[in-house]
């Protein structure tokens, strides 16, 4: 008799999102770059986010943290944003058009003499960003320019799509390790080496600490941190901004983060990405579950939270 455990169900879940997916990239791939890119931008703004938990997501996201927009101002909004995410996912599935197109783009910041001296002194250095405008984008160039960046990624709940997924990383450059004690411990050898790498810490995480993030408070790990304090490694934050054309980008490496205390070298991070957030709210990705909060089985939950707090959700992206 055939299973039908909720373990099967999901994973026949997984194989039918991981088909979709490679039936996107895969006609997608079939279209010049420029209208590859512009074709992603299309499908998920026009359809995925309509009629799937990511619109209701962004809205919800939006609502919370910008709560006198109008509701028109707010669709708009949320529709930029869901272009802003099929576009990136074109790009970084585009890993060659991408990395070519970036060798061509020069970066700028007040942090990129620090960046170059840690390379002469083989200093680790690690590069702090977020999920804003396309952070493969800044990678690519930085790789253009003889600097070898590897990364720390939290792997997807769908191992399917994981796997191409990493795969999209590795074509940049690398050494990609996946979040966890193995991945840490690689991590830190390779930073201990005069390595590089790029993390993203803008996601929730319920091992973290509640720090504002956009002037709310949002559960943020103290990891890069301390693994910077660790390591002896800088730490630099680093921005890949869309242009106006939409498939350009703005290259910026910031001035160092203060070092020292973790939970203020994670703090001014925050700071930094909620900034450019603000600068560029169409670039974020509002779909992901950044406000939740960390109840205990929801004892001592708050009435009336909003969406954007709840704790669960039985629906995921």
């Known amino acids: 008799m055939a299973k039908t455990s909720a373990e099967e169900r999901i994973h026949a879940a997984d194989r039918a999102a991981d088909l979709v997916l490679r039936a996107l990239v895969g006609t997608a791939r079939l279209l010049p770059y420029p209208a590859r890119v512009r074709f992603g931008g299309a499908v998920f703004a026009g359809v995925v986010a309509p009629f799937t938990r990511m619109g209701a997501r962004i809205d919800e996201n939006l609502s919370f943290i910008y709560p006198d927009l109008s509701a028109a101002r707010r669709r708009r909004l949320a529709r930029a944003a869901a272009r802003q995410a099929g576009r990136l996912l074109m790009e970084n599935y585009s890993s060659r058009d991408l990395a070519m197109r970036m060798a061509g783009t020069a970066p700028v910041g007040p942090g990129l003499p620090a960046l170059a001296e840690a390379r002469e002194t083989g200093r680790p250095v690690l590069l702090l960003t977020g999920h804003l405008g396309n952070y ?80 709310r408070p949002a559960m943020t790990s103290i990891h890069p941190a301390e693994i910077a304090l660790r390591t002896g490694a800088l730490v630099l934050p680093v921005f890949g901004i869309r242009r106006a054309d939409g498939l350009s980008f703005d290259v910026e490496v910031e001035a160092p983060l203060p070092q020292g205390d973790p ?52 629906s995921r992206l």
């Open 136 to 215: 493969e984008a800044a990678r690519a160039c930085l790789v253009a320019r003889g600097y070898r960046i590897g990364g720390l990624y939290r792997p997807m709940a769908n191992a399917l799509v994981n796997r191409h997924y990493v795969a999209t990383m590795e074509a940049i450059g690398g050494p990609i390790f996946p979040q966890g004690r193995a991945g840490t411990k690689g991590l830190i050898a390779h930073l201990r080496s005069g390595g590089m790498a790029m993390l993203l810490n803008d996601l929730y995480t319920g091992a973290g600490v509640e720090l504002p993030f956009l002037g």
């Open 263 to 314: 939970l203020e070298t994670t703090r001014a991070y925050n700071d930094r990405v909620s900034d450019r957030i603000r600068a560029h709210p169409e670039q974020w990705f509002w779909m992901h579950r950044r406000w939740k909060r960390k109840w205990n089985h929801g004892e001592g939950m708050e009435p009336d939270l909003h969406p954007a707090e709840l704790p669960s959700r039985r």
